[in-house]
């Protein structure tokens, strides 16, 4: 159907008046218009030596407008020419594919019991729809939520995953001791009073305030610490982008007792490097929120 569509817009199936108004908008011939129109200015300039100065006076004010109208059909050629980034290029991750299944990560008599108790129905329904949705509307190949409770000495968990996930089965259920999370533990810190996340370690402005931990974007993992710390990402993958999961402002403010020191996050991984656009960010920061109204 694709191709239907495109051999129907093609240029061989236009009618001559169409064909003819698409060469004279296009960028080439805007391009070779607006350079011979400033061209024959200035020859006329050159060649042209009138006495009269009134007929100067006046030749030089429509040559004025010649220049204006021939430079703005060549500036409005150079805006349409197609200048591309370097885009990277898009490796194939190593892990087993869910098959679009979110994976729980159930609890095997260890600490993270209080994290996986308060899934309900409504609550599980939503991280799988969240989960699922990133892996369909941005470039993630990877969906994993995480919990962490410091105030119990407890370390991040994995408690649903979903996607393409690690070959080792140990490290889609938990995060080895002897790594360390600098870079997922920003989502426990309070940045009270800054504007937007942080890209590849830089602060990103924003539109509004927001209390509570700012989003974290790794557009490449080759540097430490990324490169290692992300043992629940394939071993392979391109970038990170880590989430905070923000209870509504109301339960964040207040000492409340359905938090119990428990704070999650959201980390997306991805197959090619700065493939996030700032639009696509500020969309995966609204699904998470969603989770974080029912934490």
Avoid at 182 to 211: F, N, W, Y
Avoid at 215 to 226: I, K, N, V
Wanted: negative net charge; proline residues 5%.
């Amino acid at each position: 159907n694709n191709n239907n569509n495109n051999n129907g817009n093609s240029p061989s199936n236009l009618s001559p008046i169409d064909q003819l108004l698409l060469t004279l908008t296009s960028d080439r011939t805007s391009l070779l218009l607006g350079s011979i129109g400033i061209l024959l200015m200035l020859l006329n300039r050159l060649i042209s030596f009138p006495e009269d100065a009134i007929y100067e006076a006046s030749r030089s004010r429509i040559d004025l407008l010649g220049v204006f109208a021939a430079g703005s059909v060549l500036l409005n050629g150079i805006s349409k020419l197609d200048v591309e980034s370097v885009v990277a290029d898009r490796v194939v991750l190593e892990g087993v594919n869910s098959e679009g299944r979110v994976i729980w990560i159930e609890d095997n008599g260890d600490e993270r019991t209080a994290a996986v108790v308060q899934r309900n129905d409504e609550f599980q329904s939503t991280v799988e729809w969240a989960l699922s949705s990133f892996l369909k509307c941005s470039s993630a190949q990877t969906a994993i939520l995480l919990a962490s409770c410091p105030q119990q000495s407890q370390r991040w968990v994995p408690l649903a995953t979903a996607g393409i996930l690690p070959l080792d089965s140990q490290l889609r259920s938990s995060i080895p001791e002897t790594r360390g999370t600098p870079i997922l533990d920003r989502m426990l810190r309070e940045d009270d009073g800054i504007k937007g996340g942080s890209v590849g370690g830089t602060e990103v402005a924003g539109a509004t305030k927001r209390k509570g931990p700012k989003e974290s974007y790794l557009p490449t993992l080759q540097a430490l610490p990324g490169k290692v710390e992300f043992t629940y990402l394939p071993s392979n993958a391109q970038e990170a982008l880590i989430l905070p999961v923000l209870r509504p402002e109301e339960k964040s403010e207040s000492e409340d007792d359905d938090n119990d020191g428990w704070y999650y996050a959201v980390v997306l991984g991805g197959d090619t490097a700065k493939s996030f656009a700032p639009r696509d960010i500020a969309w995966c920061k609204e699904i998470a929120s969603w989770i974080g109204e029912l934490v």
